[in-house]
């Protein structure tokens, strides 16, 4: 199967999808921060497509950028943005970032 880039958004304070989450994509060359994709999930807390697919994921650095504060929309919240950056080394391989998070606090991995 040929490169690409997903994720996917779990609300684990309330045990759902995270559905209408904004996750922005960034590619990091140097000091500069390059725009690829802004998106919101779907009913499932995933993305309609790749957010890289084989023809443009490429190595070099990367980073998602979780509108969790949004999402929850708590008046006293304490996460807002998290953003993760991570490396694409091969550009023939699957990376997927889930995210599982709550207002409060968040986890990722590298998923398959």
Known sequence: MPGRLTTHVLDTAHGRP???LRIDLHRIDAAERSLVTSVH???DG???GPLLNAEQI???IYELTFYV????A???RFLDLVPIRFTVADAEAHYHVPL???PWSYSTYRGS
């Not at 504060?69 to 929850?72: P, V």
Request: charged share 20%.
């Open 74 to 76: 708590e008046p006293a």
């Open 41 to 43: 999930t779907n009913a």
């Open 100 to 102: 599982l998070c709550s």
């Open 18 to 20: 995270a559905a209408g």
């Open 69 to 72: 504060g949004d999402y929850f």
């Open 46 to 48: 995933r993305t309609d």
């Open 58 to 60: 490429a190595p070099g």
